[in-house]
């Protein structure tokens, strides 16, 4: 299995909502990375964890809010978002923090 | 300050021929080297990789070229087929993170 799965795919929500992007693999990676990508730009890293605890916080603001439950997954908590913020975020996982990283499909969220 | 970059947003090759995707970076750090491959609303798949350790990479019709003096790398494809048309990103590893590039986007041509 050299799989990462993200749900939802897609996901609509307002500027009061609260909602949830997860993320699991079972690979046995030991770091999972949330990534957004705006259209036509490159993947951008938001947040790094290491053996379950959060190892980088890429200055993302606090209403982003990521929780590693255990080593197979990731979760991504949104709470008063902007309609600046409607992305694509990608979940991934590596062995270790420095080898190459799988991707899941992404979540495409739109804030309105 | 763009550590990583891909100066050419687009690419048209003609099925059958050889694609070449160049990516130059700045962080003398940078020790690992990958090209993902990415279609549209769908994750980064990886292609390839090369350790700054190496100089070339091959893995079927995708190879990979590292030159450190120059601080460039290239990807090539041969013979190109019309399943690669996408777009390719090039990312630097250091210690701390993976550094994507702006992404080429390849058309391959019948």
């Known amino acids: 299995d050299t799989e990462v799965t993200q749900t939802p795919k897609h996901l609509v929500m307002g500027m009061t909502n609260k909602k949830s992007l997860k993320c699991e693999q079972h690979?046995?990676?030991?770091?999972m990375y949330w990534y957004k990508q705006k259209a036509k730009k490159p993947p951008e890293l938001m947040f790094v964890?290491?053996?379950?605890?959060?190892?980088i916080n890429e200055s993302v603001p606090s209403r982003f809010s990521p929780e590693c439950p255990n080593s197979s997954l990731l979760n991504l908590h949104l709470h008063a978002l902007q309609p600046e913020d409607s992305a694509l975020y990608l979940c991934?996982?590596?062995?270790?923090?420095?080898?190459?990283?799988?991707f899941g499909s992404g979540t495409q969220l739109s804030v309105l | 300050d763009q550590q990583v970059k891909q100066n050419s947003p687009s690419l048209s090759v003609q099925e059958g021929r050889i694609s070449i995707l160049n990516c130059d970076y700045t962080?003398?750090?940078?020790?690992?080297f990958l090209w993902y491959k990415k279609y549209p609303a769908e994750g980064p798949t990886f292609l390839i990789s090369?350790?700054?350790?190496?100089d070339k990479n091959e893995d079927g019709r995708f190879t990979v070229f590292l030159n450190k003096s120059a601080k460039h790398l290239s990807l090539h494809i041969v013979p190109s087929q019309p399943g690669d048309s996408a777009v390719y990103f090039c990312?630097?590893?250091?210690?701390?993170?993976?550094?994507f590039g702006q992404g080429t986007r390849l058309t391959i041509n019948p």
């Open positions: 990312a630097a590893n250091s210690v701390q993170k993976l550094v």
């Open positions: 090369i350790s700054s350790i190496k």
């Open positions: 962080n003398s750090m940078f020790d690992y």
């Open positions: 991934a996982s590596s062995q270790w923090r420095r080898e190459k990283l799988f």
């Open positions: 964890y290491s053996y379950e605890k959060l190892s």
């Open positions: 690979m046995g990676h030991r770091a």
